[in-house]
């Protein structure tokens, strides 16, 4: 399992929003934003909730638990599933 940013691109499409100015209001560094486009690379817990709170949305906005391996159905819903939970929520 690994740390996908995809909720964060989608929550900034749905505001019509571009990352840079994203990385303006939040005060996050171009790098901040290049490693969450890595595979691999992660932020702090401190930014995560910089960018929340920036957004005013919830983690599960910004992040998710995704598979290291490809599912036999090739996709896994199980992030857009929790994500339209936890907006039906607030």
């Known amino acids: 399992m690994h740390i996908s940013y995809k909720p964060l691109w989608h929550t900034l499409i749905e ?7 994203l990385r303006l209001a939040a005060g996050l560094t171009t790098n901040m934003i290049a ?7 992660h932020i702090s817990m401190d930014t995560l ?7 005013d ?4 906005d910004v992040i998710e638990l995704a598979s290291d391996e490809p599912s036999a159905t090739g996709g896994n819903d199980n992030g857009k599933t ?3 939970n936890h907006r039906e929520r607030h």
């Open 57 to 60: 949305c919830g983690i599960m």
């Open 15 to 21: 505001r019509n929003m571009r990352k840079e100015d």
């Open 82 to 84: 929790e994500r339209k």
């Open 49 to 55: 909730a910089r960018i929340c709170e920036t957004l």
């Open 35 to 41: 490693n969450m486009g890595k595979e691999g690379k």
